[in-house]
């Protein structure tokens, strides 16, 4: 079934649904690279992050995949346009979203799964209509003070859906992202919490517990 542009299957996989924007963004590839003969930098990124990134990362909240075969198969999209900036194609991945100042994938994914989660505790959508997050009643808890509870699941179905996908990066990150009044306050510092090149460059790496509590103040300030 497809809805607002996701499509459903029984089992809430969302493996058709990938595998269509994966097809969507490779015939936008294709058309990018008929018509333009030379992209420099600034180039590929206006056009990529235009006609082909925001096929992949449309409602992701919704559809966001956990299995590591389908995270690297919309990631391989990106590797491939990549390599149509002629002067970096023989770099490596990471070197050459280091050059185009991009992040991977699943980086963004996730990112932008931290932000829905924001949103969603300090009451940015309406209540009567956002998603439900448990939050931990205790006053003394040994993350934050948006702590969320982390149930468990026996089946996938429920495991891997937004709200039980996203309790432990969200109880990973401190205080002062999560305290942070704004929403693009909470994206500055979490951008500075997470500006590891590892987590930016590299889409293997898992961002539970991942960051540097000393690198952000409450003024959004490097301090190291």
């Keep these: 079934m497809r809805d607002l542009g996701v499509i459903f299957d029984s ?33 590929f990124v206006m056009v990529y992050k235009s ?16 299995r590591l075969g389908l995270i690297k198969d919309l990631e391989k999209v990106q590797m491939r346009a990549t390599k149509l900036v002629i ?3 023989n770099l490596t991945y990471k070197d050459r979203l280091k050059t185009l100042k991009l992040r991977t994938l699943k980086y963004r994914h996730i990112r932008g799964d931290m932000i829905e989660v ?15 997050l448990e939050k931990h009643q205790d006053s003394i808890t040994r993350g934050h003070s948006l702590e969320l509870v982390n149930n468990r699941y ?7 859906s937004f709200a039980p996908s996203i309790v432990n990066v969200w109880n990973s990150l401190p205080e002062i992202v999560i305290s942070a009044d704004t929403t693009d306050t ?26 540097n509590r000393s690198q952000i103040n409450a003024d959004d300030n490097i301090v190291i």
Excluded at 154 to 160: A, E, I, T, V
Excluded at 189 to 203: S, T
């Design 87 to 89: 002067n970096i194609k």
């Design 51 to 66: 006609l082909i990134r925001s096929h992949l990362e449309y409602a992701n909240s919704v559809w966001n995949p956990h």
């Design 11 to 43: 089992e809430l996989n969302f493996v058709q649904h990938c595998k269509e924007k994966i097809n969507t963004a490779y015939s936008y590839l294709g058309i990018i690279k008929r018509n333009f003969i030379y992209l420099d930098e600034d180039g």
């Design 154 to 160: 026996r089946y996938d179905l429920r495991k891997f």
């Design 186 to 211: 909470f994206k500055r510092r979490l951008d500075k919490f997470w500006q590891h090149p590892n987590i930016l460059y590299d889409y293997k790496v898992e961002l539970t517990g991942v960051g």
């Design 118 to 132: 924001y949103k969603i505790l300090t009451n940015k959508y309406d209540s009567r209509v956002s998603l439900y």
